[in-house]
T-cell receptor
Framework: GAVVSQHPSRVICKSGTSVKIECRSL??????MFWYRQFPKKSLMLMATSNEGSKATYEQGVEKDKFLINHASLTLSTLTVTSAHPEDSSFYIC????????????????FGSGTQLSVL | LAKTTQPISMDSYEGQEVNITCSHN???????ITWYQQFPSQGPRFIIQ???TKVTNEVASLFIPADRKSSTLSLPRVSLSDTAVYYCLVAPFSGGYNKLIFGAGTRLAVHP
């Protein structure tokens, strides 16, 4: 199946620093990627939709200046957590939408392996 | 997008068949049903997708009745490694993922 690579898998940073998370589609082009946040034993919460070549669309309650998203190419989207604080500690997951053709079936999402962010 | 309802948790034993049912009463005509599996500290993994009747692949089967208001994921002969959270999602097969909402999922525990 389609492969989405997310890096880093784990990051620990000091409060006030910025952290960048990369999401790459390895064997397909992804015009649309999604960023999720997940707290322990909770479901995934959509943060924003990343569109190649245009501004990201943020969900209600998600600070766009806090969570900067850049989708500069068809295979790469980045999420930067700016001036991170302990409450930003969470598991962040990206996904890419694959349209029919890669798997010979209909549109579906493929997910990265996630990034565990811990802010001290 | 159609809201889904699943059991919060299920328990099973190795070698048994597990059936997880998802209710989606408001499913639309152009909606597909997709199931994902998530292990701790990993991103969800695609399991199976279907529109109606039955779909089978190497890991699972998906049963969808004629009214499509529910679907059942069937995992044959589960093993300990099938312990995970399983999510049922309903969305249009094209362009519908912009507002994809994950429900709570079903936490499956497989015991020796």
């Amino acid at each position: 199946g389609a492969v989405v690579s997310q890096h880093p898998s784990r990051v620990i940073c000091k409060s006030g620093t910025s952290v960048k998370i990369e999401c790459r589609s390895l064997d397909f082009q992804a015009t649309t990627m999604f960023w999720y946040r997940q707290f322990p034993k909770k479901s995934l919460m959509l943060m924003a939709t990343s569109n190649e070549g245009s501004k990201a669309t943020y969900e209600q309650g998600v600070e766009k200046d806090k969570f900067l998203i850049n989708h500069a190419s068809l295979t790469l989207s980045t999420l930067t957590v700016t001036s991170a604080h302990p409450e930003d500690s969470s598991f962040y997951i990206c996904s890419a939408r694959v349209t029919g053709g890669v798997e010979g079936t209909n549109e579906k999402l493929f997910f990265g392996s996630g990034t565990q962010l811990s802010v001290l | 997008l159609a809201k889904t309802t699943q059991p919060i948790s299920m328990d099973s034993y190795e070698g048994q068949e597990v059936n997880i049912t998802c209710s989606h009463n408001n499913i639309a005509t152009n909606d597909y049903i997709t199931w994902y599996q998530q292990f701790p500290s990993q991103g969800p993994r695609f399991i199976i997708q279907g529109y109606k009747t039955k779909v089978t692949n190497e890991v699972a089967s998906l049963f969808i009745p004629a009214d499509r208001k529910s679907s059942t994921l069937s995992l044959p002969r589960v093993s300990l490694s099938d312990t995970a959270v399983y999510y049922c999602l309903v969305a249009p097969f094209s362009g519908g993922y912009n507002k994809l909402i994950f429900g709570a999922g079903t936490r499956l525990a497989v015991h020796p």
